[in-house]
């Protein structure tokens, strides 16, 4: 039902309730058993056990459980345990991100209010807010929750802060009147009072009208648990590669195997060395290289104010096309700020955030001293009079206590070096008439050291212009003429269209004979100015937005805020330009999903959504093919965040709800942040790319060296335990080595990559086949002089190509740190890539000249004059493609 449309005494006849009783406990009972109690409730889950087991259903999984079992067949026990080691480690990681994702429930259960003012069987008492039913009648004041959802029924100044509800950034102002709209946002709701919201002024009385479930934090958990994770682009193209690597592995090895089975080779023979080709040829070690550079890429990101809770997201991340973004306390400070005032028919700019009570004020393009004149001065000494708000230092930053709109215009004064408690020492307050949401303003009297007393009032521009019958110019008190009022209204529009929130300060002298009659004192006032505020734009946000666009990232700004202020944020970002878009909650609620597809691509901004409408435009975009980070940091959220490609979470002022529904969380609320990440994320994503291209490369080479030999009829160039000891030397360190490379200097200049690219796209195929035929043709040539040098000594021939194949793929790793040649980059650049080189190198020569090894490993010592030889062909793959590219190059 829509209560909100509702007369008082119209839903209490609707839910059988009483005014001045409340319900009675039989009536309780029953309601209990019809609408249950008073929580939200968890979709059934799988056991923990299940959880984890369901982690070893992955394809790749399965390749290396298959692995495994061949590597114990053939001995090698040892990287028989390093293959367990990497799938069970794999699968710890998996469980723990699924089972931590669920948590985001648990976090929503955290804002349900412990306890709460009941009335029951006429009289008040406190219950826990789980034994609320509807019909209820409950009671508030400042600093109480808000157990459930209410129609209010009396409101006394009641303000209550809804930002994790609506990313509104000030408390709402509400009031008991029916709202007669047709379709009306959660926002503008200004007779209704919701579970987890916070009572900042005022008190209220209203009637249970949702509880659990059916409350609005009920629909976000429902949301939350509806929404599925979606597999991100890393997980999709590692599966595709996995196909692909044990198909073309186990079609090659069966080719090697078949062709040496038919010329007549000992059967026993080729099953050994094809099963070794194949466990060279399947990279066991990939989902751990994977891993460890993701987990690399993760703690360079903390140290850069990020933190990452699933690791595949830093590479989503870094192919994210569009971000979006809530407004408050993401782009925006989250903080009221007084940025203007307008007095003595002038206007002051106020610089510096607001919450530090540091700045300047310039008027006309320069500094000015506001203590110095007289109306500026005097406007900020009667903002900070009538003030209930307070700010304390501790350990060196500024704390607020009360009103953000009161903190505002508290610290634009002490910009000017006011201070508070002295100047309650001057001026002693000996009335006041409380904020009252019919008469829009606040009325303090006060009284200084001369025995001199003023009325001072701050309220709603409109009201307090038409009560004002002089106003303050020049150091003195002028009547107000038709063309006065005319400019004043003028500069209420002006600062309105620049979304700032207009209060205005006027005072009269109150004779000490006058009564403290409210009608009486709030009249015939004296204006005095205005003070425009905003929550201000974080001055790094701007940079960050065009760097991002610069990288062909769109940045759309989703807030609950009003379209007027979303708009002039959203200028001031370079967000919202000429040609774009703004789309509000009422006409989003009327789109369809399909219709909403058709101009997302040009919308800047999204104002006065609900949860609902931020799935909307997730969907929609993700539909258009983008990859879509979300960031936010309220309840309201936590569904979108959940089922955008990347959810984004605010360290600071982020709710528990959205933290874990996030993937990454921004320790520094900072958008700048993003940026980083993004950055890093396509780093790792190029890293990953290095080492698949160098692990397969090698793997390619590996089987076509033993191919050709059987196709030429020549004996095998490796020997099983060499092709390990290979796979060994080569596929660990220096691969994992390349997770570290620094980011090219181009890599934000390039546009997203396009969601469906597969691994192996922009050439990556072409290069993996070319050096690893190049590698395998290399080594062959090799074997065949050695072995034609020394026919009489196939273990030398087989020792030279051994050499040979290490070395051609520990030179082609350093080709592998660009897209370009090995000359584009520095090879000493990467210092941990030369140490995993070297120390592979050796190993290499360990095997071949340790004595106690040579049996082992089927090796010989080699000649001085041979290693030649093995340098130059093992130098060919690399050098004569590079060459190539540089001959194309001009």
Not at 244 to 255: M, R
Not at 635 to 663: C, F
Request: net charge positive.
């Amino acid at each position: 039902m829509k209560y909100y449309s509702m007369h008082p005494e119209q839903i209490i006849k609707a839910l059988n309730s009483d005014l001045e009783k409340g319900l009675s406990e039989k009536e309780v009972t029953r309601r209990r058993k019809q609408f249950g109690f008073n929580e939200l409730q968890e979709k059934e889950k799988p056991s923990p056990l299940l959880l984890f087991f369901s982690q070893f259903k992955d394809f790749m999984v399965i390749v290396l459980l298959v692995a495994t079992f061949i590597s114990g067949l053939l001995g090698e026990y040892v990287d028989a345990i390093v293959i367990i080691a990497i799938v069970f480690i794999n699968g710890i990681l998996g469980f723990f991100q699924e089972y931590r994702a669920e948590k985001s429930l648990d976090a929503l259960k955290q804002l349900s209010a412990p306890v709460t003012f009941v009335l029951r069987n006429g009289n008040w008492v406190k219950i826990p807010s789980i034994e609320i039913v509807p019909g209820d009648i409950i009671q508030f004041s400042a600093g109480d929750r808000i157990g459930a959802d209410v129609r209010l029924i009396e409101a006394s100044s009641l303000e209550i802060e809804e930002s994790a509800l609506t990313g509104e950034s000030i408390p709402t102002l509400k009031d008991v009147k029916p709202i007669f709209k047709p379709s009306v946002g959660i926002a503008d709701l200004s007779n209704m009072a919701f579970m987890g919201t916070m009572v900042t002024r005022g008190s209220g009385k209203g009637i249970v009208v949702g509880t659990g479930m059916k409350t609005a934090v009920g629909q976000i958990a429902d949301l939350i648990q509806s929404t599925q994770m979606l597999v991100t682009p890393l997980q999709r193209r590692l599966e595709q590669l996995g196909k692909i690597l044990i198909t073309t592995a186990l079609i090659l090895t069966f080719v090697v195997v078949l062709t040496g089975i038919i010329q007549g080779r000992d059967i026993y023979t080729m099953f050994i060395s094809g099963v070794s080709l194949a466990v060279a040829a399947i990279p066991e070690g990939l989902p751990a290289i994977v891993t460890v550079a993701l987990s690399l890429g993760v703690q360079r990101m903390i140290r850069r104010n990020a933190i990452v809770r699933k690791l595949p997201a830093v590479e989503t991340l870094g192919c994210a096309s569009v971000i979006c973004s809530d407004k408050t306390g993401t782009m925006t400070q989250n903080k009221m700020t007084v940025t203007k005032v307008f007095t003595d028919e002038k206007i002051i700019t106020i610089t510096g955030g607001g919450d530090q009570p540091v700045g300047s004020f310039v008027s006309g393009g320069k500094k000015i001293d506001p203590i110095k004149d007289t109306s500026i001065k005097n406007m900020l000494v009667m903002g900070m009079l009538c003030n209930h708000a307070s700010i304390s230092r501790e350990k060196g930053k500024f704390i607020l206590d009360g009103d953000p709109t009161e903190g505002a215009m508290l610290v634009a004064g002490m910009k000017a070096g006011l201070n508070k408690h002295r100047l309650l020492q001057e001026y002693q307050i000996i009335h006041e008439f409380p904020f009252d949401s019919s008469r829009k303003m606040m009325t303090v009297i006060v009284e200084n050291g001369k025995g001199e007393r003023f009325a001072i009032t701050k309220g709603a521009p409109d009201i307090l212009i038409k009560r004002s019958t002089k106003v303050f110019v020049k150091g003195k008190e002028e009547k107000m003429t038709e063309r006065t009022e005319k400019r004043l209204k003028f500069e209420v529009e002006q600062m309105a269209e620049q979304a700032l929130r207009t209060i205005a300060i006027v005072y009269k002298r109150i004779p000490r004979t006058h009564t403290f009659q409210q009608s009486e004192v709030e009249r015939d006032f004296v204006f005095l100015g205005l003070q425009g505020m905003i929550d201000p734009p974080r001055e790094e946000v701007k940079k960050a937005i065009e760097e991002c666009q610069r990288a062909g990232i769109q940045t759309i700004m989703i807030t609950g805020d009003h379209m007027t202020t979303a708009k002039a944020i959203g200028k001031q970002l370079g967000i919202f330009k000429e040609g774009r878009v703004a789309i509000d909650g009422d006409t989003l609620e009327k789109m369809t999903v399909e219709q909403l597809e058709e101009v997302v691509g040009n919308v800047s901004i999204f104002a006065r959504v609900s949860p609902e409408h931020k799935l909307k435009i997730v969907q929609a975009l993700q539909n258009k093919g983008h990859i879509v980070a979300m960031t936010g940091d309220g309840v309201n959220d936590a569904p979108a965040i959940k089922a955008a490609d990347i959810g984004i979470a605010m360290g600071i002022t982020g709710t528990d709800v959205a933290k874990e529904a996030s993937s990454l969380i921004l320790l520094d609320d900072n958008f700048a942040t993003i940026k980083v990440a993004i950055e890093e994320g396509r780093n790792i994503y190029e890293n990953i790319r290095k080492f698949i291209r160098y692990l397969l490369a090698s793997n390619v080479g590996e089987i076509l060296v033993m191919l050709f030999s059987i196709l030429l009829t020549l004996p095998l160039p490796l020997v099983p335990v060499q092709i390990l000891w290979v796979n060994l030397v080569t596929d660990g360190l220096p691969a994992m080595a390349l997770g570290l490379d620094k980011p090219e200097e181009n890599v934000m200049l390039r546009k997203p990559r396009h969601p469906k690219e597969g691994v192996f796209a922009r050439g990556l195929g072409w290069k993996i086949i070319s050096r690893g035929f190049l590698i395998g043709l290399a080594t062959l040539l090799a074997f065949i002089i050695t072995y034609r040098a020394y026919p009489n000594d196939l273990t030398y021939a087989q020792t030279v190509a051994f050499a040979t194949i290490v070395l051609a793929q520990l030179i082609h790793v350093f080709d592998c740190r660009s897209e370009r040649s090995i000359f584009s980059r520095n090879p000493f650049e990467n210092r941990y890539l030369v140490a995993a080189v070297l120390s592979s190198v050796i190993l290499m020569l360990i095997v071949i000249y340790v004595p106690s090894l040579q049996p082992i490993f089927h090796t010989v010592p080699i000649y001085a004059k041979d290693w030649l030889l093995i340098l130059a062909m093992a130098s060919i793959p690399t050098f004569l493609l590079a060459g190539s590219f540089y001959v194309r190059k001009t």
